[in-house]
């Protein structure tokens, strides 16, 4: 079966940095596009960053130069590091993987993390 566990998040203070990871278990093949995702309370979800399996990088306008996302494709993992953060910021973020598992790697499945709180205070 395969899942995505994320890890970090928690409360900071306007300005601060909080880093957020997420690794992908299972019977995996090969992983395509990975990405974080946010839901704010009474929002929809919308895309905070992508990156694709050879690196290239996409960002929301709100947080081009304060996140930063990467992944290691050995350790199946995704990283969200996110600096200067702001009350706007609080949410609960998601991971997002296009996994190909083994079982059928000929198609991805796109599968979700649980969320983790993301709180910013002013």
């Known amino acids: 079966q395969v899942q995505l566990v994320e890890s970090g998040g928690g409360l900071v203070q306007a300005g601060g940095s909080l880093g957020l990871s997420c690794a992908a278990s299972g019977r995996i093949f090969s992983i395509d596009d990975m990405g974080w995702y946010r839901q704010a309370p009474g929002k929809q979800r919308e895309l905070v960053a992508g990156?694709?399996?050879?690196?290239?990088?996409n960002y929301a306008d709100s947080v081009k130069g304060r996140f930063t996302i990467s992944r290691d494709n050995a350790k199946k993992t995704v990283d969200l590091q996110m600096n200067s953060l702001k009350p706007e910021d609080t949410a609960v973020y998601y991971c997002n993987a296009d996994i190909r598992p083994v079982f059928y790697p000929a198609s991805y499945f796109t599968y979700w993390g649980q969320g983790t709180q993301v709180t910013v205070s002013s």
């Open positions: 990156i694709t399996s050879g690196g290239n990088t």
